[in-house]
């Protein structure tokens, strides 16, 4: 069969299984065209059907999460785990805890997850999971018992060497201490079953900031693929969570202007270059909202229930850090008229299919989240490592370990991409060589 005919087949088959499942097909949809170019090549991969095997999770689990508010009213959530492939590694991937979480927002993450946890180059398989649950508003108790009876179900699941989730959206050290004490009291101590923990019970040094930190160091080495640096430059960041105020807080140390940050609130601009310290001490220390920037800052302006990218102001650089899908095709076009040269993905698939049409189009330099927000991942099978061997590792060798991860993947998919004759396709380079990578160990391990 034809790699065209064979990946549209897939691609159709996908559509009538799952309908409906928006951001799953969406994932879905940019992935598979990519890598047609390469079952061209490698015809053994077809015959063998190992992208149709791919496609479908290994497993997915669903599951009420029963818990009691401070009220004594009885709520009830739906708690999700997508195990989706474990051919180079245990299943890894985070947990998201927000309004917004459905088997379609599990699957798409679990897909983006196998092929960023490919490129890291460390043997760690894709999975994700969560619930609907909102931790914003809630009580430290009533967190707790959300996250003892959540976890009362997930245990059954997870383990060290089997699946190791970590946190995301709404799942920060708060909800990873509760998460960890419960499987403890459950299955007994093992310091591996769950990263992204403090630094008092094995958790790794720059764990907190290597999401953030590591979409910069992508960019890093892509500039300075072009004799470029950050120095000088504007930069445009969406979000004030971990993964923004770590971005923010590298892009500044690096020498450039930080513009913006945000929350699902509205956004705030300051000329004068963001204050990091202030954005960790509202959102880190207490969880206020973005607006209470402006109060001490009058050089700075906010914006209430509007989107960063709908804001026209010159800039070279944009790193969005919020949520899926924060930038539509007309905010793309925005971003291209204020000049943006640079788009790199600190959150997970942040630009919709035709945001990164109109970027293409205008050579704005698009790094997709599975390749630039890599480093978290990546810090998270390195505390792995490190609870494995029962040894913690200094920050300075972390993070230089991380910048190296970030500087290998940058390369593999500058490389891939001009392999296929694709420069500068950042998407089609992160997809083939992340796919090659799974799909040989799948080869390799036969039909299972």
Known sequence: MEAKQYVEEIQKKIHENDRGQVEYLQAVDEFLPTVEVFLKENPAFIEANILGVLIEPERILQFRVPWQDDQGNWKVNRGYRVQYNSAIGPYKGGLRFHPSVNLSVMKFLAFEQIFK??????????????????PKGK?????MRFCQSFMTELQKHIGPSTDVPAGDIGVGAREIGYLFGMYKRLRNYDAGVLTGKPLGY?????RTEATGYGCVYFVKHLLKDSNDS??????????SGNVSIYAMEKAKELGATVLTCSDSSG??????????????????????R?????????????????????FEVSYDIALPCATQNEINKKQAEILVENGGKVVAEGANMPCTLDAVEVLDKAGVLYCPGKAANAGGVAVSALEMSQ???????SFEKVDGMLDDI????????RDTANKYDAQNNFVLGANIAGFEKVAKAMLSQGLV
């Open 230 to 239: 950050f120095e000088g430059k504007k930069v445009v960041v969406s979000g």
């Open 387 to 393: 609870n494995s061997e029962r040894l913690s590792w």
């Open 267 to 288: 956004f705030v601009y300051d000329p004068n270059g963001i204050d990091v310290e202030l954005v960790k001490e509202l959102k880190e220390k207490n969880r206020e």
């Open 290 to 310: 973005i607006s209470k920037y402006v109060e001490t800052h009058s050089g700075a302006t906010y914006y209430d229930g509007q989107s960063v990218w709908d």
């Open 139 to 143: 009580s430290d108790a009533e967190v």
């Open 406 to 413: 970030m500087k290998n993947i940058y390369e593999t998919c």
């Open 117 to 134: 946890n490919s490129l890291t180059g460390l043997p760690i398989g894709g999975g994700k999971g969560g619930s609907d649950f909102d």
């Open 202 to 206: 094995w958790g790794s040094q720059a």
